[in-house]
C-alpha cells in the first residue's frame, strides 16, 4: 500500500491540498493519514513526515469495511489486513488469488454435464428432456452472474471476474439449447442475447478502464433495478401455491428501484442513500444465489422422493467453487463477497448433501 500512496506523491507539488491528492487516488481517503502527514492548519501535505509513515504503520489505520462499503475498490481493502511486512502481504495476495482463481475449475465443470446431456437429448431429437430444465431459473442466475461480473470487474478483481464470466457463458449455452428445444420463447432469448452481450463488453471495456463513465453509469442502474425487480419476485414465487400467483412482489420492487435511482441521480438522497442504492446491483445478485440453496431445500421439504434427483457431485463442486473463493473475500475484507461465498458452501453444498445423506 505504501507503494501505490509513493508514486502519486513523488509527482504532485507540495502545495496539493490533501484532498485533491486523495481524490486522484481514489481507493484512499483522508482517514487512512495520520495528522503528522499535514502542516498545521492548513491541511497541506508534508512530505517529509508522510515519507516516514511505512507500509508497517499504515495498515493498522484501516478499519474493517463495512458492508455498504464493499463497492469500493480493492486496494483500499488489501491495505486493511493486518500485515508486517510488504513481502507477507505480497505473498497473502499472490495465494488467496490463485484460489480464487482456482474456482474456475469446478464452476465450469458444473454446468458442464448438463451441457453434455442437453446436447445428446438435442442430437437424439428428444426436444422434450430438455423441459426439465426451468428456462426462468437459468435466466435468472445469468442475471446474477452478470451482475456480480459488474460489482468485481470494478473492483478489478480478475480472478473472480473470470469466475462470473465463465458462469454467464456456461449458462448462456444451457439457455441457448433450450431455445433449440423450444423450451425457451424465441424473443425471450433475443433480449437475452443482446443483454448478455452488451454486458461482456461494457465489463471488459470498463476492466481496462476505457469505457466512457456515463455509458457505465447506466449500466449499473440496468442491472440495479433489474436485480432489485426479480429477487422478491423470485422469492415469493418460491411458496407458491402456499401463496398466492402474483407478479405484485416483483412490480412494486421495479417501481421503487426505478424511484431510489432517479433519486440517486437528482441529488434528493443523502450520501448515504446514494451509496447504498450503488451497492444494491452486488447484494441483489449475491442474495440471489443465496436464495437457491433455500428454494432447493424447501422443494426437498415439499417432495423428498425429487431428492433423488439431485446430483451429489454438483453439490460437491458448488461447495468446492464457494469455499476457494472465501479466503480472498477475507483478505480484501469483502463482506459481501465473504457472505455469498459462505452462505454458497455451507447452505448450497453441505446442506443439500446433508439432505440427499439422510
Same mark, same amino acid.
Given at each position: 500500500?505504501?507503494?501505490?500512496?509513493?508514486?502519486?506523491?513523488?509527482?504532485?507539488?507540495?502545495?496539493?491540498?490533501?484532498?485533491?491528492?486523495?481524490?486522484?487516488?481514489?481507493?484512499?481517503?483522508?482517514?487512512? #493519514?495520520?495528522?503528522?502527514?499535514?502542516?498545521?492548519?492548513?491541511?497541506?501535505?508534508?512530505?517529509?513526515? #508522510?515519507?516516514?509513515?511505512?507500509?508497517?504503520?499504515?495498515?493498522?489505520?484501516?478499519?474493517?469495511?463495512?458492508?455498504?462499503?464493499?463497492?469500493?475498490?480493492?486496494?483500499?481493502?488489501?491495505?486493511?489486513?493486518?500485515?508486517?511486512?510488504?513481502?507477507?502481504?505480497?505473498?497473502?495476495?499472490?495465494?488467496?488469488?490463485?484460489?480464487?482463481?482456482?474456482?474456475?475449475?469446478?464452476?465450469?465443470?458444473?454446468?458442464?454435464?448438463?451441457?453434455?446431456?442437453?446436447?445428446?437429448? &438435442?442430437?437424439?431429437?428428444?426436444? %422434450?428432456?430438455?423441459?426439465?430444465?426451468?428456462?426462468?431459473?437459468?435466466?435468472?442466475? #445469468?442475471?446474477?452472474?452478470?451482475?456480480?461480473?459488474?460489482?468485481?470487474?470494478?473492483?478489478?478483481?480478475?480472478?473472480?471476474?473470470?469466475?462470473?464470466? &465463465?458462469?454467464?457463458?456456461?449458462?448462456?449455452?444451457?439457455?441457448?439449447?433450450?431455445?433449440?428445444?423450444?423450451?425457451?420463447?424465441?424473443?425471450?432469448?433475443?433480449?437475452?442475447?443482446?443483454?448478455?452481450?452488451?454486458?461482456?463488453? &461494457?465489463?471488459?471495456?470498463?476492466?481496462?478502464?476505457?469505457?466512457?463513465?456515463?455509458?457505465?453509469?447506466?449500466?449499473?442502474?440496468?442491472? %440495479?433495478?433489474?436485480?432489485?425487480?426479480?429477487?422478491?419476485?423470485?422469492? +415469493?414465487?418460491?411458496?407458491?401455491?402456499?401463496?398466492?400467483?402474483?407478479?405484485?412482489?416483483?412490480?412494486?420492487?421495479?417501481?421503487?428501484?426505478?424511484?431510489?435511482?432517479?433519486?440517486?441521480?437528482?441529488?434528493?438522497?443523502?450520501?448515504?442513500?446514494?451509496?447504498?442504492?450503488?451497492?444494491?446491483?452486488?447484494?441483489?445478485?449475491?442474495?440471489?444465489?443465496?436464495?437457491?440453496?433455500?428454494?432447493?431445500?424447501?422443494?426437498?421439504?415439499?417432495?423428498?422422493?425429487?431428492?433423488?434427483?439431485?446430483?451429489?457431485?454438483?453439490?460437491?463442486?458448488?461447495?468446492?467453487?464457494?469455499?476457494?473463493?472465501?479466503?480472498?473475500?477475507?483478505?480484501?475484507?469483502?463482506?459481501? +463477497?465473504?457472505?455469498?461465498?459462505?452462505?454458497?458452501?455451507?447452505?448450497?453444498?453441505?446442506?443439500?448433501?446433508?439432505?440427499?445423506?439422510?
Amino acid at each position: 500500500m505504501a507503494d501505490s500512496l509513493s508514486l502519486p506523491i513523488a509527482s504532485i507539488a507540495a502545495n496539493y491540498d490533501h484532498s485533491s491528492l486523495l481524490s486522484r487516488n481514489s481507493a484512499f481517503s483522508s482517514r487512512l #493519514l495520520p495528522s503528522k502527514c499535514f502542516s498545521s492548519g492548513k491541511n497541506k501535505l508534508n512530505l517529509s513526515s #508522510l515519507g516516514q509513515y511505512s507500509f508497517h504503520s499504515l495498515h493498522h489505520r484501516v478499519s474493517t469495511i463495512r458492508a455498504l462499503d464493499s463497492d469500493v475498490p480493492h486496494p483500499l481493502h488489501k491495505g486493511s489486513v493486518d500485515f508486517k511486512s510488504k513481502r507477507s502481504y505480497e505473498q497473502w495476495d499472490s495465494l488467496t488469488s490463485t484460489f480464487s482463481g482456482a474456482a474456475n475449475i469446478p464452476f465450469l465443470l458444473l454446468q458442464l454435464p448438463q451441457i453434455i446431456l442437453n446436447a445428446r437429448n &438435442l442430437l437424439a431429437g428428444n426436444k %422434450t428432456a430438455l423441459l426439465a430444465v426451468p428456462w426462468l431459473g437459468m435466466l435468472t442466475g #445469468l442475471l446474477g452472474n452478470l451482475s456480480l461480473l459488474s460489482y468485481f470487474a470494478k473492483k478489478k478483481e480478475k480472478e473472480a471476474a473470470v469466475v462470473q464470466t &465463465l458462469g454467464v457463458l456456461s449458462t448462456y449455452v444451457v439457455i441457448s439449447q433450450l431455445t433449440m428445444a423450444e423450451a425457451m420463447p424465441l424473443p425471450h432469448f433475443v433480449a437475452t442475447s443482446v443483454v448478455v452481450g452488451s454486458g461482456l463488453i &461494457l465489463n471488459l471495456l470498463n476492466y481496462y478502464n476505457i469505457l466512457n463513465r456515463r455509458i457505465w453509469q447506466i449500466w449499473e442502474d440496468f442491472i %440495479t433495478v433489474g436485480g432489485l425487480s426479480v429477487l422478491p419476485q423470485i422469492m +415469493w414465487s418460491t411458496f407458491v401455491p402456499y401463496i398466492p400467483n402474483s407478479i405484485l412482489p416483483g412490480a412494486i420492487a421495479f417501481i421503487l428501484a426505478v424511484a431510489a435511482v432517479t433519486m440517486a441521480h437528482t441529488g434528493k438522497l443523502s450520501e448515504k442513500g446514494v451509496k447504498f442504492v450503488g451497492a444494491i446491483s452486488g447484494w441483489t445478485a449475491t442474495l440471489l444465489f443465496m436464495w437457491m440453496p433455500v428454494s432447493q431445500m424447501w422443494t426437498n421439504f415439499l417432495n423428498p422422493d425429487n431428492i433423488k434427483g439431485l446430483s451429489a457431485i454438483s453439490m460437491l463442486l458448488a461447495m468446492t467453487g464457494n469455499g476457494l473463493m472465501i479466503p480472498r473475500a477475507l483478505f480484501i475484507r469483502d463482506f459481501m +463477497w465473504f457472505t455469498g461465498s459462505t452462505w454458497g458452501t455451507v447452505s448450497y453444498g453441505y446442506a443439500n448433501i446433508v439432505c440427499l445423506y439422510m
